[in-house]
Structures are given as structure tokens and as C-alpha cells.
């Protein structure tokens, strides 16, 4: 097992990855919630639409629910975005470990950098369904207006994020908190092997033009703008399963998730392809900062353990 030493004491190499990658995944959630909030609403919307677009969202928002209303449901990642990008971090370092053989000094290529991300992703799957079904639940949850009475038969709103855990799973068992688990691996399989492969590929080329090869020798804004070209790459082969997967995890009346897609497809007629991409803009604006937070500060936390 590899291992690393901090103050005199010999750490496995997966203990780094976990640690860092909490770092790196509470960062990314203080600095993308709001867009993502705006995201999911944007994505969840009835037909016809509430909101006009992006900014539309942001005024009505803040309107109805203050600052507070674009970090509803942040207690679920950021409680879970640290396990998340903990499993992911590990589970990546363990397959490209086993992609090196054993000797760590061997540089992969590009596509075995890919694969081990895209395994790491169909890991993280599992943890990231439930964590995103009950953020997705919260964020969904609108305030009502001002003396408006409770409609007959609504459901009472949920007061958090542990709320909305232990009601879902009384009401649908452990089925219930991984509804859309499906679309969610058909989205986080090839998001991570472009993540992954933007991020490093980045670097290469980064260290090839200004550093004579040497990636250790990156700058910090070099680091951070890898981190956000990984932020854009990770949506490029995913987007449209992303909007499948909030459909259905914030709509009950769907059985399945063929009828998520066949109810979008329908939407999608006559030409409204525009469907398949409701929130993207949000999601490219949250993309770039979130993602230059995770890896640049699970760099600098990988870089602190090993006592560089």
C-alpha cells in the first residue's frame, strides 16, 4: 500500500486523498451553491415555465426568499460533498494506482487518466444520488406567499436537510433516497473521465509552455484555471442526463426514469431542444469558480500533508 509521512507518521495514500478532497469539496459548495440552486430551479420548472430564464430566477428568488433562498438544501452537500468528494478523490487515486502497477513514479496517459476517472465517477454515483436527491428536494421547495393558506392535502414542507432524509426513507425506503441512481451512473461515468482529462490535460499543457514540462511547478492562477477548464469539461458529455436525473428526483408522478425522458422528448417537440439545457448557463457560471476551488485547495491540502 502506498503511504506517505506526516510528522513522523506513515499515512496510507488514500487517507491524503480523502482528507484533501473533503477540503476540496467544501470549497466547491461555498463557492457554487447559489448557481446550483438556480440550476435545479431553472431544471424543475412546470410547463409553462416560471421563470423567464437565469436572471429571471435570481430576482424572483431573492424576492420571494432573500439571500437565504439561493443556499436552501446546502446542508446535504455540504454535509455530503465532503464524503463525496472524499470517495471520489480515493476511489480515483486507488485506480490510477492500479493503472501505475504499483510504482507510483509512472505517468499515465491521458485516456488511462480518463478511465480511472470515469471508474472513480461510477463509485461516486452511489453516494452522490441520495446526497443530490435531498438537495434537489429542499431547493425545490418554494416559501409560499405571504398570507397565502396551506393548500389541501400539500405536503408539509421539510424543515432540513435530516428531515427530508428520514421522511423520504419512512415513506419509499432506501429505494426512495436512490431514486434516479440509473441516470445518475449514466452521467457521473463519462462526466469524471472528461473532468479528469481536462484537469490533467490542462496542466500538461500548461507545464509544456511555461514550465519546460514540470507540472509541479505550476502557479497558482495556473492551478486554478486548470481547475475551472475541468469545471466546464465535466458538463460537456452529461448535461442533458442531468436535467433527466433532477426531473426525476423532484417529480414523484414518474415511474421511471424512460418516462423522465420520454416527457422531456415530448416537451422537446417542434423544436424546443432548448429542454435538454435548462440551468446550463447557471451551471457554466458556477462551473468555473467551484471547481477551481476544489482543486486547487485539494492540491494545497495533498501538498501541506506531505510536508512540502
Known amino acids: 500500500m502506498a503511504?506517505?509521512?506526516?510528522?513522523?507518521?506513515?499515512?496510507?495514500?488514500?487517507?491524503?486523498?480523502?482528507?484533501?478532497?473533503?477540503?476540496?469539496?467544501?470549497?466547491?459548495?461555498?463557492?457554487?451553491?447559489?448557481?446550483?440552486?438556480?440550476?435545479?430551479?431553472?431544471?424543475?420548472?412546470?410547463?409553462?415555465?416560471?421563470?423567464?430564464?437565469?436572471?429571471?430566477?435570481?430576482?424572483?428568488?431573492?424576492?420571494?426568499?432573500?439571500?437565504?433562498?439561493?443556499?436552501?438544501?446546502?446542508?446535504?452537500?455540504?454535509?455530503?460533498?465532503?464524503?463525496?468528494n472524499a470517495v471520489m478523490f480515493a476511489a480515483n487515486g486507488t485506480f490510477r494506482r492500479w493503472f501505475q502497477g504499483g510504482d507510483e513514479t509512472k505517468t499515465l496517459s491521458i485516456v488511462q487518466i480518463g478511465c480511472a476517472g470515469s471508474m472513480a465517477g461510477g463509485v461516486m454515483a452511489f453516494v452522490n444520488c441520495p446526497v443530490e436527491l435531498l438537495k434537489v428536494k429542499l431547493q425545490t421547495q418554494y416559501k409560499p406567499a405571504a398570507g397565502a393558506l396551506p393548500l389541501a392535502g400539500a405536503v408539509k414542507p421539510y424543515t432540513g436537510v435530516l428531515d427530508a432524509g428520514i421522511r423520504t426513507f419512512r415513506q419509499q425506503g432506501l429505494k426512495g433516497l436512490y431514486r434516479g441512481m440509473d441516470i445518475t451512473l449514466m452521467r457521473d461515468i463519462p462526466s469524471y473521465f472528461t473532468y479528469f482529462v481536462s484537469y490533467e490535460g490542462t496542466k500538461r499543457i500548461l507545464a509544456h509552455f511555461n514550465h519546460d514540462g514540470r507540472v509541479e511547478a505550476l502557479s497558482t492562477p495556473e492551478l486554478l484555471f486548470a481547475g475551472g477548464i475541468a469545471g466546464f469539461g465535466a458538463w460537456v458529455p452529461c448535461y442533458p442526463q442531468d436535467v433527466v436525473k433532477s426531473r426525476m428526483q423532484s417529480n414523484l408522478t414518474y415511474k421511471s426514469t424512460l418516462e423522465c425522458f420520454r416527457s422531456l422528448q415530448v416537451e422537446a417537440r417542434g423544436g424546443n431542444w432548448k429542454v435538454w439545457f435548462k440551468g446550463f448557463g447557471p451551471t457554466m457560471a458556477r462551473a468555473f469558480p467551484a471547481n477551481a476551488a476544489t482543486f486547487f485547495f485539494y492540491e494545497m491540502t495533498m501538498k501541506f500533508m506531505r510536508g512540502e
Open 3 to 84: 503511504t506517505l509521512k506526516q510528522n513522523g507518521i506513515t499515512l496510507p495514500s488514500w487517507v491524503n486523498d480523502v482528507v484533501a478532497g473533503t477540503v476540496g469539496g467544501w470549497a466547491q459548495v461555498v463557492s457554487g451553491h447559489p448557481f446550483d440552486t438556480l440550476k435545479v430551479r431553472l431544471q424543475t420548472q412546470p410547463n409553462p415555465p416560471k421563470y423567464k430564464g437565469a436572471m429571471d430566477c435570481l430576482r424572483m428568488t431573492l424576492k420571494e426568499e432573500g439571500p437565504a433562498g439561493l443556499y436552501k438544501g446546502v446542508t446535504s452537500p455540504l454535509m455530503g460533498i465532503g464524503i463525496c
